[in-house]
């Protein structure tokens, strides 16, 4: 089973400090088409920065017919000093605390918005398998999205193969970026009908 912990506080959202159960609104291929969806008709672009899933997710973006509409690109930023290098994440923080971290997901995404010229940026970062890394166990993975109105990060606690987590953390980094959208929608609305 997959466990997601709530939002980190690092980076604006709310930790309850304990696990619950992954909502599995969707498969990979539909979250990665609804996301475009959503992109495009708000006429906005996404950058991604992957580190373990390795390219997984600009896969299942560039899949879908029509995606060069939304998407910029993406940075696989495996190396730890890429993600200093290419996207800009805080040398100091990378010494200090390493690339597995909720910080670090943040400046990621962050960084691949403003490197790439994009609306939003998302990014992965976590330990795959077998051994663990930065004194992080296997499965501990942070997921986050950068937007017009700040930064989000996700705590991952999950469990499998690697194969097995770097999917789930595909698909939940693209969860949680068409839950920003919809919410970003949704309060353009609402600020375009006076507050109503």
Known sequence: ??????????????????????????????????????????????????SLTGGMVAAELTAVAGASRSFR????????ELKHRILGVDAGLLAAEGAVNA???????????????????IATTGVAGPDPQDGQPVGTVFVAVAGPAGRKTVPLRLNGSRTEIRRE????????????????????????????
């Open 103 to 121: 910080q670090v997901a943040a400046e990621m995404a962050a960084g691949v918005r403003r490197v790439l010229g994009a609306s939003w940026g």
């Open 73 to 80: 690109g993406s940075v696989t930023a495996y190396a730890t």
């Open 169 to 196: 953390s595909a698909r939940t980094v693209l969860e949680l970026l068409s839950r920003e959208l919809r919410e970003n929608a949704r309060g353009q609305d609402t600020e375009q009908n006076g507050g109503i």
């Open 1 to 50: 089973m997959t466990y997601a912990v709530g939002e980190s506080p690092e980076v604006g959202g709310a930790s309850s400090g304990t696990a619950e159960p992954a909502a599995e609104t969707g498969t990979t291929a539909a979250l990665a088409a609804e996301v475009l969806r959503l992109l495009a008709e708000s006429d906005q672009t996404l950058a991604v920065a992957e």
